[in-house]
């Protein structure tokens, strides 16, 4: 296992250790602004991934406007949860990571959004064509994308990673991807005891 790998598999158990500490207080953040972008955004009713999905609070959202909701996430923990809270499409979760998700091929070019929110600072800098390669093998031509990532610099001791994010290369990487960036907004956290600032970037997919 490469050192990315262990900073990627060090997170994932991070978060398998912690999951029913932190479901509550996720489900608990205010996310009205970053659930507007949703809304201003997604086709209405669009079948939509949620890639690292966490506590299933944006899946709930988006279910409850109508939109059929898909997830995969790297805890075994959140997805038992998400099947669990979601039992009547509960074949909709899957346990898996960027860089490559292993989810069902008939799933590749079927989603007409796909959205990761607070995931990016997470992922090795290396990790990023891959990643971006991932995702956009399943999305359609013409769909959305939403990327919510932290910018602030964490001084917490934990087992999580966060990688300093280069904007501009993320976003010209997305380009080289085919796709382009439609919007992008700075927001404060949705838990109150954190001083961090986020970013949340929309992308339109445009070329295969």
């Given at each position: 296992m490469n050192q990315d790998q262990n900073l990627?598999?060090?997170t994932i158990n991070y978060y398998d250790q912690t999951a029913q500490e932190l479901i509550p207080k996720y489900d608990a953040a205010e996310m009205s602004t970053l659930h507007?972008?949703?809304l201003e955004n997604l086709t209405p009713k669009a079948k939509t991934l949620d890639i690292g999905f966490g506590s299933g609070r944006d899946l709930a959202f988006l279910k409850d406007k109508g939109f059929e909701v898909w997830g995969v996430d790297p805890s075994q923990q959140f997805v038992d949860n998400a099947k669990n809270s979601f039992n009547d499409i509960s074949n909709h979760f899957f346990n898996s990571s960027?860089?490559?998700?292993?989810?069902?091929?008939?799933?590749?070019?079927?989603?007409d959004s796909i959205i990761l929110i607070a995931v990016w600072m997470h992922l090795p800098k290396s990790t990023y064509k891959s990643s971006i390669k991932s995702v956009c093998s399943f999305l359609k031509l013409h769909g959305k994308i939403i990327l919510s990532y932290s910018i602030t610099p964490r001084e917490e001791v934990s087992e999580r990673y966060f990688e300093n994010i280069d904007s501009k290369l993320l976003q010209s990487l997305f380009e080289e991807h085919g796709c382009t960036?439609?919007?992008?907004?700075?927001?404060?956290?949705?838990?109150?005891?954190?001083e961090i600032t986020w970013i949340t970037e929309v992308y339109n997919y445009d070329k295969l």
């Open positions: 990627i598999e060090s507007h972008i949703f960027l860089p490559v998700l292993n989810i069902p091929k008939e799933l590749q070019r079927s989603f960036q439609v919007s992008r907004n700075t927001n404060t956290d949705g838990l109150d005891e954190r």
